[in-house]
């Protein structure tokens, strides 16, 4: 498996440690929601790799859905507007929705995402996310379940990406500045 990049400049996150959170927030999920039957909901594309792990240690009835979901144009800067590019097709009235983000940073998309999904009456919204970047934060939003607290870098790796590259990284680090600068 690969251990490095030259790209990245430090890995901050090994894909041991991630396995290991995974479990962990499966473990969250199942004590939480065990005669409920909750809609695990990934935003693509980012949340692949994370709801995969955890997706695959959860040890409940559930279900999988995903919505597309953009605030990111290309580049490294959010463009201020959430656009919905793929609805979640399962009528979510009255169902826990459990969101597995990959990362909460500014958290204007994911609170436009529950703001929108409220309006769907579901019981409950959840947040589970592999990263948590309080620092780059803009609005109110907390996570109910958080991987990693990470620092207010430019992050790649285990979904998240750099003008769509970098996903594949089976760890996450630092993108070195030359790549987006």
């Known amino acids: 498996m690969l251990q490095k990049d030259a790209r990245v400049s430090e ?11 995974a479990v962990e927030a499966a473990q969250w999920i199942k004590e939480n929601y065990k005669d409920r039957e909750p809609i695990m909901l990934g935003i693509l594309k980012g949340c692949f790799p994370w709801m995969q792990e955890v997706f695959k240690n959860v040890e409940i009835d559930c279900s999988m ?19 919905i590019i793929m609805d979640i ?14 990362i909460v940073d500014s958290g204007k998309t994911i609170k436009k995402v529950i703001e929108y999904l409220n309006l769907k009456n579901p019981r409950s919204i959840k947040i589970v996310t592999f990263l948590d970047k309080k620092a780059g934060r803009e609005v109110e939003l907390k996570a109910d ?10 992050l790649v790796g285990f979904g998240l990406d750099f003008d769509e590259k970098f996903r594949n990284l089976p760890f996450v680090g630092v993108l070195n500045e030359s790549e987006y600068k």
Do not use: A, C
């Not at 605030?71 to 201020?80: A, F, I, P, Q, T």
């Not at 979510?92 to 990959?102: A, F, G, Y």
């Not at 379940?145 to 430019?154: A, E, I, N």
């Open 11 to 21: 890995v901050l996150i090994t894909h041991d440690q991630i396995e290991k959170r």
């Open 89 to 102: 097709n399962t009528d979510v009235t009255n169902r826990d929705i459990i969101i597995l983000e990959d």
């Open 145 to 154: 379940w958080v991987g990693f607290d990470v620092p207010h870098k430019f």
């Open 65 to 83: 859905e995903f919505m597309t979901v953009s605030s990111y144009m290309g580049g490294s800067k959010n463009s201020g507007t959430t656009k």
